[in-house]
């Protein structure tokens, strides 16, 4: 398959080849200057992230290399962490992978600890208690809101009205995602399976193994369920029947629907696959091939 650039190059060359001798050669000599700068900028890739960090009046920021001294075990899996990649821009950027989340520690390493970094977590609402010296801060921010800084998009899922617990406080970011060590996914993040993982420590009963298997678990749990929240019971994507066929191919034959050649028609029109009395053990069965309880 030819490659969109190609495809577009193709074309101003069929348009230049229409126009006067000259201009045409012109024009082929700039498009061929061009053409390969825009094909080496679109390839191009970004390996750091770029983050704003917050001021704190009366700390400064010192680089994540300072917290091995005291945090070699976690300093030591960090350096794998997607978050380590964190950084500020300009020519005294500064590794603050740790302080991109825990703020500002210079008075925290000066008073060997005994200061508390700016920003300490805890499940659920934030604390109106002080921690250590007191700073001209505001109190420690709840892990989750610490984590909102840069995935407002995250935030807004979890304002949905069917969502995991987090802005309740019975659920923290950290329980599925780990900010220290490797992919942010506790499961890993190359393999769906991996992030079912995740999934089933709180959900074992979904896990099987089943006599006869939902494919859709081998994609991953996310295939049907939003992990943050949606606008559908059980964070599902989709509400009907939809959700179902976007796999499951459907033929129209005589103005019936035919769906793994069984005609359907009728049991669309009965509610959804899941609670129609038709496929409503959707994670596997042990009984039915047409998964059914």
Same mark, same amino acid.
């Given at each position: 398959m030819k490659s969109p650039v190609k495809i577009r190059w193709q074309r101003t060359r069929k348009i230049v080849n229409r126009l006067p001798g000259r201009c045409g050669r012109w024009l082929a000599l700039m498009g061929g200057v061009v053409v390969p700068l825009l094909v080496v900028i679109s390839c191009s890739t970004v390996?750091?992230?770029?983050?704003?960090?917050?001021?704190v009046p009366g700390a400064t920021y010192i680089g994540s290399?300072?917290?091995?001294?005291c945090h070699d075990n976690i300093y030591k899996d960090f350096v794998t962490a997607d978050h380590a990649r964190l950084m500020v821009r300009g020519t005294n950027a500064l590794d603050a992978g740790c302080e991109s989340c825990h703020g500002p520690c210079s008075t925290h390493a000066e008073s060997g600890g005994d200061t508390k970094p700016p920003y300490?977590?805890?499940?659920?609402?934030?604390?109106?208690?002080?921690?250590?010296?007191?700073? #001209?801060?505001?109190p420690a921010r709840s892990e989750e809101t610490v984590c909102y800084q840069c995935h407002a998009d995250v935030r807004a899922q979890f304002q949905l009205p069917d969502h995991h617990p987090v802005p309740e406080g019975r659920m923290a970011c950290s329980d599925c995602h780990d900010p220290h060590k490797g992919s942010i996914y506790l499961g890993g993040g190359t393999s769906a399976l991996s992030e079912n993982e995740m999934c089933l420590r709180c959900h074992p009963a979904e896990r099987g193994p089943y006599v006869f298997e939902h494919e859709a678990m081998r994609e991953g749990c996310t295939t049907c369920h939003n992990p943050h929240g949606s606008v559908n019971a059980k964070l599902l994507n989709v509400?009907?029947?939809?959700l179902c066929l976007r796999c499951h191919f459907q033929q129209l034959n005589g103005g019936r629907i035919y769906i793994g050649g069984v005609d359907h028609s009728a049991s669309l029109q009965e509610g959804?696959?899941?609670? #129609?009395?038709?496929?409503?053990a959707v994670h596997g069965s042990q009984v039915s091939p047409s998964l059914r309880f």
């Open positions: 390996s750091r992230s770029v983050v704003q960090l917050p001021n290399e300072q917290c091995d001294t300490i977590f805890t499940s659920g609402r934030s604390e109106t208690g002080s921690y250590g010296a007191r700073l #001209a801060v505001t509400r009907d029947a939809n959804t696959c899941w609670t #129609a009395g038709c496929h409503e």
